[in-house]
């Protein structure tokens, strides 16, 4: 397992933009696949988005697709995500996962093993 924090959350009107970072202090992230997941009061963890241990291979949620980014820098063991067009429905605690490369990149978050504490992004109308 690696631990994982999380960092870049707070309030933001609609329209605007917020940039998470995902860290793992002193350990290496590239062997790991990493994910943000997200949790609204009352609703299920959710995929968001998810990229491969070397960047080559990235996956989207629907809701996502074409205003969030995901993005990793192994050499600074940091991954992102960059959220644009934000909508109150984006109000979550947005959390970063990490598995291993055993497998491929998946959106289940029963796969990911490792997880941070999360980040909470309000987002007013």
């Known amino acids: 397992q690696v631990h994982l924090v999380e960092s870049g959350g707070g309030l933001v009107q609609a329209g605007g933009s917020l940039r998470l970072t995902c860290k793992a202090p002193?350990?290496?992230?590239?062997?790991?696949?990493l994910a943000w997941f997200r949790q609204a009061p009352g609703k299920e963890r959710e995929f968001v988005a998810g990229?491969?241990?070397?960047?080559?291979?990235?996956d989207y949620a629907d809701a996502g697709k074409g205003r969030f980014t995901i993005s990793r820098d192994n050499a600074e063991n940091a991954a992102y995500l960059q959220m644009n067009s934000l909508k109150p429905e984006d109000t979550a605690v947005y959390y970063c996962?990490?598995?291993?490369?055993?497998?491929?990149?998946?959106?289940?978050?029963?796969?990911?093993?490792?997880w941070g504490r999360g980040t909470q992004v309000t987002v007013s109308s």
């Open positions: 996962a990490a598995k291993t490369t055993v497998s491929g990149l998946s959106s289940s978050s029963t796969m990911y093993t490792s």
């Open positions: 002193g350990r290496t992230m590239s062997r790991y696949h």
């Open positions: 990229i491969s241990w070397n960047g080559g291979v990235m």
